[in-house]
């Protein structure tokens, strides 16, 4: 995997760099192997942008003063649509909140919000029909952006419906406002409209009275998926989006604020890429004072992305992307030659009388033996939940934990041991703080320090090297596998799927230190 990096340390590493990054197709400023006429791939963007945000956003202002301040972001916008149209770009997409920022009121947020018809009902080109609405100047602007690059567009913006006061569920002031996603093809018609259903927090927004269930058609990618930031945690729209066969890649706007071990952006847009099978183009905002970072180009097999706590810009990825994403090789029940180490997590899984298990040992057809000693069963809290958890100190082990009716097993080994405490948790249950939602974890983690209160903190940087097998027996098949490795690093699962009645996540050759591998999964009908 490739990680989009800035600031490297000579420009010998920046060549180099460039030419391993020119061998996957992905696009740097002084390079770029984007090549539109290739018949498997096409050319997509993802910004990651620093906005320009209102120094005071409780405050009322009137429509010409949101206009200025989120046209310092427009402008930002259309230097990377020049930018991507160089080098091959057919689809770009933009941030959640880019454009008018956050933190506002229902009142104050207002002026910034442009007048949205339906494009179900009403064809139009607000670039070559500025004049058909009022309050679209947003909308206008975006248009001529996708017109003059010629590229899909995708950006994200608040919008306003007015509304009788006399139709149910008619907000008091006459009027919806809705966190917006907006598509525009390359001729500049807006194609379509997506409106946020899940909101985080969001007291200027009402969610729609139905769910927008919104893909589009392009003409070299096929069809595309539309949803935004929290929505990616529940079953409406996005697995009955995805129902749709003919959905092949989701354009993601983001405002996400990263938490770890367990839900930092990058982690949790590739795992959704790798659970469904899709790729994902993820866009969000730059902000690592607020801890918003993390932006990508995900399919199952691949990665492009960017993630940075300290450079204080925006930052453009452009790389190729497979028109129809592969997913990962050896799932599902793999045949083929299997090796001693993953034939003794089967043996382990399916109970085999030549695989004995007792109190001490993990002893299989004469291998050697598997440390079993029992290890003290502790709790710390982890993403604001109570996981029950076990470590992992040994050079090699076979590790099982239990919460309600969830029990996650490890199996284990080390090339070498280092001075950082591993443990092994799981959390069964109702997730109530910033959003309420039923989970089934199974998690090996690097702890904070030493003492087991440190399991469940926030780390990015660790040493220890892992080969192993992770599984449990989930009561769901919405299973997202999360997986960091030490720099805020990707890593791929060498194999996923279940068997005997258990999901599994397979790993050897890890690039650097273990920081999170996690099997996560949700159970929709118990929020």
Known sequence: ???????????????????????????????????????DYYVAAVYE????????????????????????????????VMTAAQKGVQIIVFPEDGIHGFNFTRTSIYPFLDFMPSPQLVRWNPCLEPHRFSDTEVLQRLSCMALKGEMFLVANLGTKQPCLSSEPG??????????????????????????????????????????????????????????????????????????????????????????????????????????????????NIHHPSLGMTGSGIHTPLKSFWYHDMENPRGHLIIAQVAKNPQGLVGTENAVGEIDPFHSKFLKVLSGNPHCEKDAQEVH?????????????????????????????????????????????????????????????????????????????????VKCGGLGFHTCGQEISEASGIFEFHLWGNFSTSYIFPLFLTSGMTLEVPDQLGWENDHYFLRKSGLSSGLVTAALYGRLYERN
Not at 11 to 28: I, P
Request: charged share 15%; glycine share 6%.
């Open 1 to 39: 995997m490739v990680r989009i990096m800035s600031g490297a340390s000579s420009k010998l590493t920046l060549f180099l760099f460039g030419c391993y990054l020119l061998a996957l197709g992905v696009c740097t400023e002084e390079h770029c192997a984007a090549d539109p006429h290739k018949a």
């Open 49 to 80: 942008h620093q906005a320009v945000l209102s120094p005071n956003p409780l405050a009322l202002t009137s429509r010409k003063q949101a206009l200025e301040l989120m046209n310092q972001n427009l402008d930002i916008y259309e230097q990377q």
């Open 170 to 283: 008619c907000p008091g002031d006459g009027r919806y406002q809705f966190n917006t996603n907006v598509v525009f093809s390359s001729n500049g018609t807006l194609v379509d409209r997506y409106r946020k259903h899940n909101l985080y927090f969001e007291a200027a927004f009402d969610s729609p009275l139905e769910v927008d269930h919104v893909a589009f058609d392009t003409p070299f990618a096929g069809r595309f998926g539309v949803f935004t930031c929290f929505d990616i945690l529940f079953f409406d729209p996005v697995v009955a989006l995805l129902r749709d066969s003919d959905v092949k890649h989701v354009v993601y706007p983001t405002a996400w604020m990263n938490q770890l071990p367990l839900l930092a952006a990058i982690e949790i847009q590739k795992a959704f890429a790798i659970a469904f099978g899709v790729s994902v183009l993820a866009a």
């Open 364 to 444: 299989c057809d004469g291998d050697t033996e598997w440390n079993l000693n029992t290890p003290p069963v502790f709790y710390s809290e982890m993403m604001y939940d109570n996981f029950t958890l076990v470590p992992a100190w040994e050079k090699k082990g076979y590790l099982q934990v239990c919460s309600n009716s969830l029990c996650c097993y490890l199996l284990y080994k080390r090339p070498t041991l280092s001075k950082e405490l591993y443990a092994l948790g799981v959390f069964d249950g109702l997730h109530t703080v910033h959003g309420t939602y039923y989970i089934q974890v199974c998690a090996l």
